[in-house]
């Protein structure tokens, strides 16, 4: 079987004081709906886990109840840290979990295709996420003040989420994690401690994530595309 844990914990400070940028209603539903939506459509998903910030179950429970999610799902405190949340979330895995997709609840616009492709990708190597080869020029800066030189991007690949494993490979990467008393921004990160070769897996389709204000209308335009589409 594989899981989805849809990592809800954090708290968006970049949206600015006072905002959760998970429940902003955009094209008609909170934020976090449409993400959860996504993995409730998802055909090849058994499960879905919300990790989330404790305290806040019972607002999750009522969006289920809202919108009529069906789909066998567990809500799980949050750590402080994102892996810590991540470790939260494996621990509340069926047993008969084989696969698990890790999202973060901020990127509600993640296609069928792009899920689909990550697990097959994970299913085959072990590990795998959901990337886009850099287009900008990228510059490293010593300060953040003055240009120290320009790095060859032909190389380089913004990654993002879902982050699919075998269970059994993201479980013993996040424990060298925490035996290593280290912080990753990522999962996949986790792996590179463990040697675990992680596939790039690539989709045309947008799949931003909510971090800023000027984030939101674009989001809610892309959401806006898709309900057009599937009506």
């Known amino acids: 079987m594989t899981s989805a844990i849809i990592v809800a914990a954090g708290l968006g400070t970049r949206m600015g004081a006072g905002v959760d940028k998970l429940f902003l209603e955009l094209a008609g539903r909170p934020l976090v709906a449409h993400t959860w939506q996504r993995f409730e459509d998802a055909g090849c998903v058994g499960e879905v886990i919300l990790v989330v910030r404790d305290g ?28 810590d949340s991540v470790w939260n979330g494996l621990a509340a895995l069926s047993a008969q979990a084989e696969l698990v997709a890790i999202h973060d609840a901020a990127r509600p616009c993640t296609g069928p295709g792009l899920i689909e492709a990550t697990i097959a990708a994970a299913r085959e190597t072990g590990a795998a996420v959901a990337a886009r080869a850099v287009t900008d020029t990228i510059k490293e800066s010593a300060d953040g003040l003055w240009v120290t030189r320009t790095v060859d991007r032909s190389r380089l690949w913004a990654v993002q989420t879902p982050q699919t494993f075998r269970v059994e490979v993201i479980r013993r990467a996040l424990a060298e994690v925490r035996r290593r008393g280290l912080v990753v921004t990522d999962d996949t990160a986790a792996c590179e401690l463990i040697g675990q070769p992680v596939r790039l897996v690539t989709d045309p389709k947008p799949n931003p994530k909510l971090t800023r204000p000027e984030d939101v209308p674009y989001i809610e335009w892309l959401l806006r595309q898709a309900q057009a589409a599937s009506n």
Do not use: N, S
């Not at 806040?56 to 994102?82: D, S, T, W």
């Open 56 to 83: 806040r179950q019972p607002e999750y429970e009522a969006l289920a109840r809202q919108f009529g999610f069906h789909k066998p799902f567990r809500l799980v405190a949050g750590g402080a840290q994102r892996q």
